[in-house]
């Protein structure tokens, strides 16, 4: 598969990476021997880059990864994430982004994924208790230490970016971002390029309302956090259906599907993006690498962002208690 650069750190992935969180968190109880699967098929394709996180369980997902990445560790890049502080019996107890607790996070993640280092290091979310150039100073010594590789932070401003980067190089920023969330685009990609920083879409089909399968809440499982989403909410969904029905449409005239458009149009964003669609399925995912070889003309492009502009989405994209996680900048 194609290769593409993180930061000017020397962080280099495939073009498309794989969000693992819905392996065992927020989407309903998965097939875990599929999970296993998808897993091993990604590295068949060429996908070397897993992103994970202690919380998603909490801790479950970085186990799974640590059993069925074990022997293959050569061939993947492990990004994990911390950044709250979890009781014995995985109770979330808030945000704590100390030196302390970020030190102990790392032990623990470097435990669960049967490995001696981490690839790409995140602060999960900004902890306002901490200053940031506290969080990354002890992030650093990880990386003195060799137990992390490249540092990231995921849903901060362009202000949190500049403090960051300016104690230690941020290789890659993670956010949300596709073709109904684009609100990185007014500042915070403009200062990463600038400081010649990376980026990492998640959610790049739109918690899968972007692969046009999804008619109606009832699809999702009873324990499936997106209905408690605003975007999937009563009059939202229909009005956000909206947008999915044009993306059909130019799908439909290319013989692709869905979500290959709106992964390649993120392809088409910048080269200093790697998105991480998630999947908990095989079929799924080899659909979204062949997106990384989709070429459309530049008139269908063109036409993409006319929808977009046209296009007003509906809702917040996360519960109102959970977006004062997302730092506005």
Request: charge should be neutral; include cysteine; hydrophobic fraction near 40%.
């Amino acid at each position: 598969m194609k290769k593409r650069k993180l930061g000017r750190q020397g962080l280099e992935t495939s073009a498309i990476g794989l969000g693992c969180m819905g392996m065992s968190f927020a989407y309903g109880k998965p097939d875990l021997a599929e999970c296993a699967r998808t897993l091993h098929r990604a590295i068949e394709l060429g996908v070397d880059f897993f992103d994970t996180a202690e919380i998603y369980g909490p801790w479950t997902n970085e186990e799974l990864l640590g059993r069925e990445l074990a022997g293959k560790r050569d061939k993947v890049l492990i990004a994990t994430k911390f950044a709250f502080k979890i009781s014995p019996q995985g109770e979330r107890l808030g945000l704590d982004s100390s030196p302390e607790n970020v030190k102990s996070a790392v032990e623990g993640s470097l435990k669960r994924l049967k490995t001696d280092h981490i690839d790409l290091l995140y602060q999960h979310r900004l902890d306002p208790k901490t200053p940031i150039e506290d969080t990354v100073g002890a992030m650093a010594e990880l990386v003195k230490q060799g137990k992390v590789r490249f540092l990231g932070l995921s849903e901060v401003g362009a202000a949190t970016i500049r403090k960051a980067h300016a104690v230690h190089p941020i290789s890659a920023i993670q956010s949300e971002y596709s073709l109904w969330e684009t609100t990185v685009e007014e500042r915070v990609l403009p200062v990463l390029r600038e400081l010649g920083i990376g980026f990492v879409p998640y959610s790049p089909v739109g918690r899968g309302f972007l692969t046009g399968q999804i008619k109606s809440v009832e699809d999702f499982a009873a324990d499936d956090f997106r209905r408690l989403q605003p975007r999937f909410a009563g009059e939202n969904f229909a009005k956000n259906l909206k947008l999915v029905d044009d993306v059909k449409k130019i799908a439909s005239a290319h013989g692709a599907t869905p979500a290959q458009i709106a992964l390649a149009w993120l392809m088409t964003r910048g080269d200093d993006m790697v998105s991480i669609p998630g999947t908990t399925k095989v079929k799924h995912l080899e659909e979204n690498v062949r997106a990384v070889d989709l070429n459309l003309p530049a008139k269908t492009w063109a036409e993409i962002d006319a929808v977009l502009k046209s296009f007003k989405v509906a809702g917040l994209r996360y519960p109102a208690e959970m977006m004062k996680l997302v730092e506005a900048d």
